[in-house]
């Protein structure tokens, strides 16, 4: 009886002993396991945040050349006259005090015309460039045809007109069911809405972001502008000398002796597709 109680003993602590030993052998690899996937995972994501970190920037500036090949009106025409309105009428503060019904109806049928407008080649041309390239795209344009194009990145200058704002507070802005802003509707300081956009006299509250981002710029791009506002026109100086320039439209505005343009003279469906396409194809030495 002893001895088999001994055997027994003996069986019953080796099979802890084994079970024991198997349970720290799984468990020492489930570790060895676990950190191999955390390295592989670390290096993954090193290479990802590397890839994005030396990925070319790229700015675009674009104009209202860009938006009138989708059928929406350029800000001024050439006899001075937006849509056949003198700009002191419709797009001042002062034609806000003097008549705000006259501007909030102007504004609204400039709004249809956006929601009923398309974007074109040049807009989607510009958002593949994202494939490859870092692209922040800053519009002199009151349209959100670049978003409609899908740009990931767009600084609007001017406001967006299919938003609202506050008339006593321009940092309060909502968006817009529909077209139109009715007069009566307010924001929660009880001040009637108006359309999302700066007008002349007004300051332009993003300049100081887009000087930023084109001293940034690898390459930068000019696309449908004649350079004839200010400040907007003033951000060409900001992008450093030595990057690439390019600029496309079919009349080439007059530029700065000190900055060398590569000149695309096509309206921009045209050439910007044809510019998208050399750099999705252009290999770049970091």
């Known amino acids: 009886m002893k001895s088999g109680l001994c055997f027994s003993g003996r069986f019953f602590y080796g099979m802890i002993f084994y079970v024991e030993t198997q349970y720290f052998a799984s468990l020492v690899m489930f570790k060895r396991l676990k950190n191999d996937s955390v390295a592989k995972f670390r290096d993954t994501k090193y290479c990802v945040s590397t890839k994005i970190k030396h990925m070319k920037k790229i700015v675009v500036l674009t104009g209202a050349g860009i938006s009138a090949e989708s059928g929406l009106k350029t800000f001024r025409d050439s006899d001075g006259l937006w849509e056949g309105y003198n700009i002191e009428d419709v797009a001042t503060p002062e034609a806000w005090h003097r ?23 040049a807009h989607y041309a510009l958002a593949k460039l994202e494939e490859k390239y870092d692209v922040t795209i800053i519009t002199q344009n009151i349209d959100d045809l670049h978003e409609r194009g899908g740009s990931a990145k ?47 006299g007004e300051a332009v509250p993003m300049i100081e ?6 001293e940034q710029a690898d390459i930068f791009i000019l696309v449908g502008s004649s350079l004839a506002v200010y ?13 690439t320039k390019y600029i496309i439209d079919p009349k080439i505005p ?33």
């Not at 002796?257 to 770049?284: N, Y």
């Open 209 to 214: 972001t887009a000087a930023e981002i084109c």
């Open 254 to 286: 007059q530029l700065s002796h000190r900055d060398h343009f590569i000149k695309i003279e096509e309206k921009a469906s045209v050439g910007v597709p044809e510019l998208v396409a050399q750099l999705m194809t252009a290999d770049f030495n970091d």
């Open 154 to 200: 767009v600084v609007h200058l001017h406001g967006v007109i299919t938003r609202s704002q506050s008339s006593k507070n321009p940092a309060l802005t909502y968006p817009i069911d529909g077209w139109e802003i009715k007069m009566g509707e307010v924001c929660e300081l009880g001040s009637q809405l108006r359309a999302h956009v700066v007008w002349f």
């Open 231 to 243: 400040p907007a026109a003033g951000l060409v100086n900001y992008v450093p000398r030595s990057v």
């Open 99 to 121: 008549n705000p019904k006259l501007v909030q109806d102007f504004y609204n049928e400039r709004r249809k015309n956006v929601l009923d407008a398309k974007p074109n080649a």
